[in-house]
């Protein structure tokens, strides 16, 4: 029992000094500069979608391809959506970050809390992680759950 205890204390006191000192230790991959926002688009558009990727009973996976927005690199795709055409109160985001290298973005937003064999109207748009929309809003477009 005696020996048991031994281990179990220098293991306990190997542990700590370990975790000490690696928590000392700084990331040496850290960015010395976070990079300014890239050029925003001269004119952004949607090249394909929107379109439902998924639905169930209570979720949907709307998706939808937009030439690169531009701005700064944190992104959302947003799906404002409701049952009625005429009032789209609800709103999903997806966080997204831009490839600056890429000449378009895929965008794919969960929406949840959704009701089962119910019709629901959207439109879909991106922001930047601001706040400050990017200015392209698709057509309501429409899908039902099962």
């Excluded at 439902?52 to 690169?68: D, F, G, K, M, V």
């Excluded at 690199?73 to 997806?94: I, Q």
């Excluded at 969960?110 to 990017?134: F, K």
Aim: aromatic content about 8%; hydrophobic content about 35%.
């Amino acid at each position: 029992m005696k020996g048991f205890l031994v281990r179990v204390v220098v293991t306990a006191a190997a542990m700590m000094l370990c975790s000490t000192s690696m928590a000392a230790q700084t990331n040496p991959y850290t960015a010395d500069a976070e990079l300014s926002p890239a050029n925003k688009a001269a004119h952004l558009h949607i090249t394909q979608g929107p379109a439902l990727e998924l639905a169930n009973s209570n979720s949907a996976i709307i998706r939808w391809t937009s030439n690169n927005p531009g701005g700064t690199d944190e992104h959302f795709g947003v799906v404002t959506y409701g049952t009625d055409p005429k009032n789209l109160n609800e709103v999903a985001k997806s966080h997204i970050r831009l490839n600056r290298n890429h000449p378009y973005t895929v965008f794919r937003v969960r929406v949840d809390g959704l009701q089962p064999r119910t019709t629901y109207y959207y439109t879909v748009d991106s922001m930047e992680g601001n706040g400050a929309r990017d200015g392209v809003k698709s057509p309501i477009r429409h899908f039902t759950t099962r």
